[in-house]
C-alpha cells in the first residue's frame, strides 16, 4: 500500500492550499482515511478523518477551516485548508485504516504570518 501526498508548500496567513493523497493498493471507498499533522516539537495530531460512509470528523482547531473530501474514481483524498493560520505549519501526514494502518510520507505546509 501507497499514501502519496502532495500540494503542501508555502501560504501566507489568511490563505489557502488543497493537499491530495493518492492511494495505491487500498481503495479509499472502503477505508477510513484522515489526515495527521506534525509540527515542530509538537506531538502528532489528528486533523480531520473520512469514513467509508462519508462521515467526517475535524480537530477543533480547524472547524469551519478545513474540509476533508475523497474522489472515490481517482483513488484520492483531498484536504482543503482555508483561513489558514501560521499556527497550521507542519508537516501533514495521509493516513488509511483498512485492515490495518498506513501512512503516506507526509508534505510540509507553511504559513507565514
Known amino acids: 500500500v501507497q499514501l502519496q501526498a502532495s500540494g503542501g508548500g508555502l501560504v501566507q496567513a489568511g490563505g489557502s492550499l488543497r493537499l491530495s493523497c493518492t492511494a495505491s493498493?487500498?481503495?479509499?471507498?472502503?477505508?477510513?482515511m484522515g489526515w495527521y499533522r506534525q509540527a515542530p516539537g509538537k506531538q502528532l495530531e489528528l486533523v480531520a478523518t473520512i469514513t467509508s460512509g462519508g462521515s467526517t470528523t475535524y480537530a477543533d482547531s480547524v472547524k469551519g477551516r478545513f474540509t476533508i473530501s475523497r474522489d472515490n474514481a481517482k483513488n484520492t483524498v483531498f484536504l482543503e485548508m482555508n483561513s489558514v493560520q501560521p499556527e497550521d505549519t507542519a508537516v501533514y501526514y495521509c493516513n488509511a485504516v483498512s485492515t490495518f494502518r498506513y501512512w503516506g510520507q507526509g508534505t510540509q505546509v507553511t504559513v507565514s504570518s
Open positions: 493498493r487500498i481503495i479509499v471507498s472502503i477505508a477510513t
